[in-house]
């Protein structure tokens, strides 16, 4: 089954808007992290919410988790063109040594002037 | 203070040639991940390293596909006989001893193109 979807897969938002992702996924989790991605380029990572957590704020942004539904939420206040980049959900399940991290298939965000 | 380093950044390859992608992690970084992504997707994990050791490779292709993080140098991933199934963007992540599974830092990755 697949693991963090992220909707919606696009968004187009003007300067100044509020943008908000969403995210679901399936199994069981210690953290749900939030990385952004810039075309051709690396991710980066935003914020890291714990599954005892219900909700965060760094910055702009602002995310929250429900483990009941099994969703978070990426809200990013005051858009600015610079925000212009695919956003992705991952999930960790962290079983003894194993690390790895899950992601969805992503939301392409386009901030416009 | 560098981050996460890849090369190649892009690297062409004709089928049935081999791929070595490099990862040099974070300085003080112990814990090496690799993921593969295919176009407008994301990331799939494939291997988790320690220093010499493989810790998950769940999903890594059963053949052709390798990874290793010796005690000195980078971190290597080969892909032996190559496809064109394989071209893709290979992203590097670390993180730091003592807490695998929060906080990863990724490299700006290498593009694959199989001809």
């Known amino acids: 089954s697949q693991q963090g979807e992220e909707d919606p897969q696009a968004l187009s938002i003007q300067e100044g808007e509020n943008a908000t992702m969403n995210c679901s996924y399936k199994?069981?989790?210690?953290?749900l992290q939030w990385y952004r991605q810039n075309s051709g380029r690396g991710l980066v990572h935003l914020i890291l919410?714990?599954?005892?957590?219900r909700e965060k704020h760094s910055g702009r942004l602002r995310v929250t988790l429900d483990t009941s539904k099994k969703s978070s939420s990426l809200l990013i206040t005051a858009s600015r063109a610079a925000d212009t980049a695919s956003y992705f959900c991952?999930?960790?399940?962290?079983?003894?040594?194993?690390?790895?991290?899950?992601f969805g298939t992503g939301t392409r965000l386009q901030v416009t002037l | 203070n560098a981050g996460v380093m890849q090369n190649p950044r892009h690297l062409v390859r004709r089928r049935g040639q081999e791929a070595r992608l490099r990862c040099s992690p974070m300085?003080?970084?112990?814990?090496v991940y690799w993921y593969r992504q295919l176009p407008e997707e994301g990331l799939k994990f494939m291997v988790y390293?320690?220093?010499?050791?493989?810790?998950?490779e769940s999903g890594m292709p059963k053949e052709r596909f390798s990874a290793e993080f010796p005690k000195e140098g980078p971190s290597i991933l080969r892909i032996q006989q190559v496809v064109r199934g394989d071209s893709a963007a290979y992203f590097c992540?670390?993180?730091?001893?003592?807490?695998?599974?929060?906080?990863?830092?990724f490299g700006a990755g290498t593009r694959l193109s199989v001809l």
């Open positions: 992540a670390s993180s730091p001893p003592g807490s695998p599974g929060t906080i990863q830092y």
């Open positions: 199994t069981s989790i210690n953290n």
């Open positions: 919410i714990r599954s005892n957590e």
């Open positions: 991952a999930t960790a399940n962290n079983t003894g040594t194993a690390s790895k991290l899950t």
């Open positions: 300085k003080g970084h112990s814990h």
């Open positions: 390293l320690q220093k010499e050791n493989i810790i998950d």
